[in-house]
């Protein structure tokens, strides 16, 4: 036997191989056949396929030298071996030879008889292209021994034979199967196997005889012959033959071969071939079925394919998988469920919670909404029946390589932000959107998408960032408030530090407090720094340097252009140091300054610009605005570096109308270039410009009666009005500013004050062209529609009439009667006339239906609303009737009562007629409104911006009240009512309001003018007030009249008093007095400290008491406070006029929260509670808190404002009453008012178990004695009822009454108590008691019965109840109840029993 090559052998052993293989004459294993010569000639078929001789290569006939480089002579085919070509024969001869003439070949053309053809018309199709052909077709057609031919050949051949082959069209009808047959596709493979095969669709040809053997070219016809005699001998024999035969052919057979031809694997294989087969005559088209969608299986499901029911369907898939498609070798089924339809759509209701999906214009979609596949909306793999895409799909999306998938999903999230932040989703989601999208790393996402390379995906990222931070209306709700009274002043949107303290206390350890809160706070990372608050977060990504790029060197769509700029006034908005952070960003400014603020650029057309670069842009200007707003020093910068002035007087010197731009560009454009140059004045700053384009203020100024009378009103048209009248307040505002002293507490100190160039001589013209404007504006009033669109117009007019006469009166070179007059004829022929109008009425009825604080709903917080990104976003703060809508009546009123004080001040006859205004029904039921108890609005960023501006109305209108109360107090009306609200107003005022603060505690609080009550019989209804209520006959001298009457007298000490211990900061106060006072050059900005709380507490009229406690607590020495008894007298006297005069000041602090501060009293030092006008105040004090009514609100076990533990309170208490009280009746009484029953039990367990030695001091009798002060305030029964059932608590009475600790001539009132209790307790026969407290009673009872006292022993077994009128406090039986005495007598004779048997 010959052997194989192996690897590693040469070509000599190859050739010994051969020659071996040669020698022995053996058949070869491959025929080799060569084709004949295509030119013809003979070819030689008995010639032997392989010559015994190879073919040997020499190298003797190649030349010695190579060839040289010259073109290939043109190659010649190759004769064949049969055929050679003559050497030196012609080609051109030899075709000539051969060559016959054109008649010899048309002459043998003979015509087909096609009479009887039938003619086959092109079958109608319903598609414009024929079908695309298929590569599973390729085989189809293919004959064995067709070759290779190409796949047009293929389609052109079976196109032929199908026309050739298929018959006319008609039905065809397929034949019943006989019986046995109908079963067969309810049985199973293996079944199936057993069964008789005749009448089924698997023998209607041979199978297993093919015929591929016979060497005939008859071989099908062979095979047909041997399977119909197959088929024949299968019919002849019985069926119990056929059986038995194939029991013997599977004894034969491998039972292994068996079991796989038998498998289900194998059965559905050989099923999806003869499918295939059947379908490919008819071409790629598959039949529809009606069957029911599969269910997929679910990922938790495990695959149990061995398992399956064979009987079961195949998966319905909308194409049959063929093995000759690429990679389709190996169906597996299970990777194509995505193929098939989707599953059905549950329409049941559920109560589950649903992932929330999504469309792609952000709308959130039903859970049983149906919609269609092509919309784009069902390729996710969860929940598949399912439209919409999740927020996890889309946050996938996002990472996608795919460019415009990127793009789509921020497209689609950008959609979602901007719809939840505007509320849409309502209640329909759990939970934030926006909080779910912070946790995710949404912020981080949009900053790597900003530094993509693809520009779709860089502008829906930047669209994306606007909408999470530019909250809807934020803008425009700032913008249309810019020109109303302080309206240019805003909060900074940054959170409060309170919120991130808040925070982190829920989140980081104690450790890591301490290290955030060390110098390195600045090396935070900005993950942490996003947590607390978004746009530091942004800001340490370096956002600004990429934003910067991408307007500087992208050139990006007018669109995004717009989204940068709206990001960027966004970060501006934040605080003083993101707008400094923006300002110092390398080339920013300077690339917005030159590339969207030119001084020349091409005319735009209306509509959609293709580009924003080299074209001035209101955005820009609006951002050099915002920047301008937050400090003094970026004003001076913007001014300075950027050539700022040059583009304002570019701007200002065209009218909208004449620039080469679309109007409403141009208009705000011209707005925010009005607003940009009030910033600066408001510092003081460009009045430079004044002089060289007051004739272009002056044209605009005289356009405006024109403007006005246009209907209807443009509102764009009516905010550049409005700026232009703020901006000439401004400037006239600067010609009374001085030159302030340099003091180290200005905030504004760092920048060089400047006197202003402004003279009045310059601007005294101006009044008699606004004055104008105002009366034709308010002849609009009485038409609400026309009123509403002239917008803020009547504001600005009358804030500038106010500017006017207040620079005026101060001009020192100006006769003073001059504004005097001018001052009356306005009054009597503008102000006064208007005061009378019907419509003016309308306005001040509407206050209430508009006042945020009397609608809390109005500040309700938006649902999406984050602590770390602030905004001014609210669900109700752009409602037509609030106090930001088009029907609010807050601006022009609140503007009109600034013009009535500034006259008022100036000109003191005028007063008296001015303040007729408020005398107004609808003003005085907004003030009572304003003071009736109700829930405080939520506090927000909106409702801090709408509550400043509503302060601002009550403020302006409480200090024209005492103007005229002042001027005219006989004449003075609803005084109370105004002391009220202004004691209201003094605890809202929020931060910025320092001097609003200052003067109503300097003018308004303590202005006796306030106080009607002092005469007119308030003081003696106070003393007889307390002899009803108390049923006591106090002396005169010290009653409660007369303790008011002192007090109002002691007025401006009080005064002083407060406005010592309730002082603001310094460098606050000096701000906000510069800015209400027009003190140009003293403003440090127009950013407004964070709106944290408050400026004062609710509770300030206790401010000196606790300031008294704290520096007591805090003193090194030891020694008190320096006037400690004055203080503390005055803020006890202001406490006891608000107690009895003013009580709603008080309603926001608890009575517990009262009682702790009285307690601060005593704990002061030793000596002040024995002052005797303190203990006559601290005594009536009490007494107006033991009254029933406020009884029941006396709350101890709730968290008290300003107060962290009240038993730790009541613990110093107790220890300091047992070291100085020498058993102060006063001070008992404090003591014993939180032992009452329905307090905490610590309380008590406090004094009977770690004070006990406070007993013997605890003389308070039950009873009045010769001391007015000496009497328990309240009832004993609060003492005694319920019964006590703390356990310890008893033992610890018990103990006490039986050493002797609590005796009745010490401590009276808690010797009855304790006595009430323990009686109760040893009696009680509870059987829901356990088994310690039962042995604990018994034990009790049984020391009882052995006490050697005989009088405790006598109280204790025969107490009754409580009676203050006898002296021991309670009444006692004669002789104990028959079930006591029986009980008692069971417990003695068992304790004698016990007794005998242990002797």
Not at 250 to 261: M, R
Not at 388 to 412: D, I
Not at 1241 to 1258: D, M, S
Request: charge should be negative; charged fraction near 20%.
């Amino acid at each position: 036997m010959l052997s194989r090559p192996k690897p590693g052998e040469s070509e000599v052993d190859l050739l010994r191989f051969q020659s071996q293989f040669l020698a022995t004459g053996a058949a070869p294993a491959v025929q080799l056949v060569k084709k004949g010569s295509r030119g013809g000639g003979n070819t030689n078929l008995d010639q032997p396929l392989l010559q015994d001789h190879r073919d040997v290569v020499t190298l003797d006939n190649l030349p010695d030298s190579p060839p040289a480089l010259v073109p290939a002579p043109p190659k010649r085919a190759r004769p064949s071996p049969g055929c050679p070509l003559p050497e030196h024969e012609d080609p051109e001869e030899r075709l000539n030879r051969h060559d016959q003439h054109i008649t010899a070949v048309l002459t043998k053309i003979i015509e087909r008889d096609t009479s009887s053809v039938a003619v086959n018309l092109p079958v109608p199709s319903g598609v414009a292209f024929p079908p695309v052909f298929h590569r599973s077709q390729e085989r189809q057609g293919k004959s064995a021994t067709s070759g290779k031919r190409s796949i047009f050949a293929q389609e052109i051949a079976a196109k032929r034979t199908s026309e050739t082959s298929v018959p006319p069209v008609r039905e065809v009808s397929t034949p019943d199967p006989p019986d046995g047959a109908a079963s067969c596709e309810a049985l199973t493979p293996r079944e199936q196997g057993s069964q008789l095969p005749w009448g089924s669709c698997g023998f209607q040809g041979p199978h297993l005889v093919t015929g591929k053997g016979l060497g005939s070219k008859n071989a099908e016809q062979e095979a047909h012959t041997i399977h119909e005699e197959n088929i024949a001998k299968l019919h002849a024999m019985a069926p119990e033959e056929i059986l038995r035969e194939q029991q013997q052919l599977l004894a034969q057979l491998d039972p292994s071969l068996v079991a796989f031809l038998r498998s289900p694997r194998h059965t559905h294989e050989q099923a999806g071939e003869k499918t295939t087969e059947e379908q490919r005559p008819g071409g790629p088209s598959v039949e529809v079925t009606g069957e029911e969608p599969i269910v997929p299986t679910f990922a938790s499901e495990p695959r149990q394919e061995e398992d399956l029911d064979p009987r079961a369907p195949a998966l319905a898939l909308p194409v049959t998988p063929d093995k000759e498609w690429v990679h389709m070798d190996t169906v597996e089924l299970e990777k194509l469920h995505w193929t098939q339809d989707l599953p059905p759509l549950r329409k049941k209701r559920t109560q589950e919670r649903m992932q929330a999906r999504f469309n792609l214009q952000g709308e959130l979609l039903a859970p049983d909404v149906d919609l269609p596949t092509h919309l784009g909306l069902h390729h996710h793999g969860e929940e598949a029946e399912r439209a919409g895409y999740s927020l996890q799909e889309l946050f996938h999306l996002t990472r996608s390589q795919v460019s415009q998938q990127r793009a789509l999903a921020l497209h689609v999230l950008a959609q979602v932000i901007s719809r939840a932040q505007a509320g849409e989703f309502g209640d329909r989601l759990v939970g934030s959107v926006l909080r779910l999208l912070l946790d995710a790393g949404f912020l981080f996402l949009l900053r790597f998408s900003l530094d993509d390379r693809v520009d779709g995906v860089i502008a829906a990222a930047v669209r994306a960032l606007r909408a999470l931070l530019v909250a809807p209306g934020d803008e425009e709700l700032l913008d249309s408030t810019f020109s109303w009274y302080r309206g240019a002043l805003v909060f900074p949107l940054m959170p409060s530090q309170e919120d991130e303290d808040d925070e982190d206390e829920d989140e980081e350890p104690p450790a890591e407090k301490i290290k955030r809160k060390s110098p390195e706070q600045g090396n935070r990372p900005p993950s942490d720094l996003a947590r607390h608050d978004v746009i530091k977060g942004l800001l340490a990504t370096n956002l600004l340097p990429r934003l910067r790029y991408l307007l500087e060197v992208t050139c990006p769509a007018p669109s995004v252009v717009l989204d940068i700029l709206a990001v960027l006034i966004r970060l501006a908005r934040h605080s003083l140091e993101s707008a400094t952070r923006v300002l110092e960003c390398p080339r920013l400014i300077e690339t917005v300054v030159r590339e969207f603020l030119p001084t020349s650029w091409y005319p735009m057309r209306a509509g959609p610009a293709p580009s924003l670069h080299r074209v001035p842009c209101a955005a820009a200007m609006k951002l050099l605005r915002v920047l301008a707003s937050a400090g003094r020093n970026i004003a001076a910068r913007l001014l300075s570096s950027f050539d700022l002035r040059s583009r304002l007087s570019r701007f200002l010197a065209e009218a909208p109308q004449e620039m080469a731009l679309p109007l409403e560009e141009a208009e705000a454009l011209s707005s925010e270039a009005f607003r940009l140059w009030a910033v600066a004045a408001s510092y003081g700053q460009g009045a430079e410009l004044y002089r060289e384009l007051y004739p272009v203020l002056m044209r605009a100024l005289q356009a405006v009666p024109e403007e006005l009378s246009t209907q209807p009103a443009r509102p764009l048209s009516m905010q550049r009005i409005a700026s232009l009248l703020t901006l000439l307040a401004q400037l006239t505002l600067a010609t009374s500013s001085t030159t302030p002293e340099p003091s180290s507490d200005s905030a504004g100190a760092s920048v060089s004050a400047t006197p202003s160039s402004i003279t009045w001589t310059q601007v005294s013209g101006l009044q008699p062209l606004v004055e104008p404007c105002l009366r034709q504006t308010l002849k609009l009033l009485p038409r609400p529609e026309m009123w509403q669109a002239l917008g803020p117009v009547p504001t600005a007019c009358l804030l500038f009439l106010d500017a006017y006469y207040q620079a005026w009166s101060q001009q020192p070179s100006l006769c003073p009667g001059d504004w005097l007059q001018d001052m009356e004829r306005l009054s009597e022929s503008l102000l006064l006339p208007l005061l009378h109008t019907p419509t003016l009425g309308s306005l001040w009825d509407s206050l209430g239906s508009c006042s945020p604080l009397c609608n809390p709903q109005f500040c309700v917080r938006a649902p999406e609303a984050l602590p770390s990104l602030v905004s001014l976003g609210s669900t109700g703060g752009r409602l037509s009737l609030s106090l930001a809508g088009s029907a609010s009546p807050f601006p022009f009123l609140t503007a009109l009562l600034c013009l009535f004080n500034t006259l008022a001040r100036i000109h003191k006859g005028l007063c008296d007629q001015l303040a007729a205004i408020l005398a107004a029904p609808g003003l005085q039921n907004y003030f009572l409104q304003c003071l009736a108890p109700m829930a405080a609005p939520h506090f927000t960023p909106f409702s801090a911006w709408a509550l400043r501006h509503e302060y601002h109305l009550q403020y302006l209108a409480l200090i024209l009240a005492q103007k005229a109360a002042t001027v005219q107090p006989d004449l003075a009306i609803n005084t109370a009512l105004h002391h009220s609200l202004v004691l209201a107003l003094l605890s809202r005022l929020l931060p910025g309001s320092e001097h609003l603060a200052h003067e109503l505690l300097l003018s308004c609080v303590f202005r006796l003018e306030f106080l009607p009550e002092r005469a007119s019989g308030g003081l003696e209804a106070a003393d007889f007030s307390d002899r009803l209520s108390l049923g006591n006959n106090k002396d005169s001298g010290c009653g409660r009249g007369a303790l008011l009457a002192q007090a109002c007298q002691d007025l401006p000490s009080i005064r002083s008093c407060y406005l010592t211990h309730c002082s603001l900061a310094r460098a606050s106060l000096l701000a906000s007095q510069a800015s209400y006072r027009g003190e140009l050059q003293r403003v440090p900005g127009l950013l407004l400290p964070v709106p944290k709380e408050p400026l004062l507490p609710t509770d300030w009229p206790f401010l000196p008491l606790i300031h008294l406690y704290h520096q007591a607590a805090d003193t090194s020495l030891g020694l008190p406070p320096a006037d400690t008894i004055g203080t503390a007298l005055r803020a006890l006297q202001w406490v006891l006029v608000l107690e009895s005069w003013r009580p709603q000041a008080l309603w926001a602090v608890p009575p517990a929260a009262r009682l702790a501060r009285l307690m601060c009293v005593f704990l002061v030092d030793s000596e002040l509670f024995r002052e005797t006008p303190v203990q006559h105040l601290v005594a009536t004090l009490l007494a107006r808190l033991c009254q029933p009514q406020v009884l029941l609100d006396l709350k101890l076990d709730c968290p008290l404002p300003g107060l962290a533990s009240f038993p730790d309170l009541y613990a110093s208490f107790l220890e300091h009453f047992e070291a100085v009280s020498y058993g102060d009746h006063l001070f008992g009484a404090l003591v014993l008012l939180p032992l009452q029953r329905r307090f905490s039990v610590t309380l008590r367990l406090a004094l009977f178990g770690e004070h006990v030695g406070a007993l013997r001091a605890l003389g308070l009798p039950l009873t009045q004695v010769s001391f007015p002060l000496s009497q328990l305030p309240v009832s004993l029964e609060c003492y005694t009822e319920p019964p006590e059932d703390n356990l310890a608590l008893l033992q610890l009475y018990f103990r006490a009454l039986v050493t002797g600790a609590l005796c009745p001539r010490w401590c009276p009132v808690l010797y009855a108590v304790a006595m009430a209790h323990v009686n109760s307790f040893i009696f009680s026969q509870d059987p829901k008691s356990s088994e310690e407290t039962k042995a604990a009673r018994r034990s009790m009872l049984q020391k009882t019965w052995l006490l050697a006292d005989e009088g405790l022993r006598h109280h204790l077994l025969h107490y009754k109840l409580p009676n203050s009128a006898l002296p021991e406090g309670f009444e006692l039986y004669p002789q104990l109840p028959p079930l006591r005495q029986q009980y008692l007598q069971q417990l003695t004779s068992g304790m004698l029993q016990n007794g005998v048997s242990k002797a």
